[in-house]
């Protein structure tokens, strides 16, 4: 996640949304259309912040098969 020589998984489209699931040190852990995650550097993405329940993000957690909150 601290480099950029990592593997492309696919390219976003310009202004293509996607839902950030955690950031670290720069880096937005993203969900794919496809229920897989990607980490994309936070330095690309113009980020619209909006409160969602606690339930949505547990579900969205679940997609992805990561841990719930």
């Known amino acids: 996640r601290s480099a950029t020589t990592g593997t492309?998984?696919?390219?976003?489209?310009?202004?293509?949304?996607?839902?950030?699931?955690?950031?670290?040190?720069?880096?937005?852990?993203?969900?794919?259309?496809?229920?897989?995650?990607?980490?994309?550097?936070?330095e690309f993405v113009d980020v619209t912040r909006t409160q969602v329940p606690v339930a949505q993000v547990d579900e969205l957690r679940a997609r992805a098969g990561l841990p719930l909150l």
């Open 8 to 42: 492309v998984l696919r390219l976003l489209n310009q202004n293509e949304p996607v839902t950030a699931l955690t950031e670290v040190d720069g880096w937005l852990q993203i969900l794919l259309d496809d229920n897989t995650t990607a980490w994309v550097s936070a």
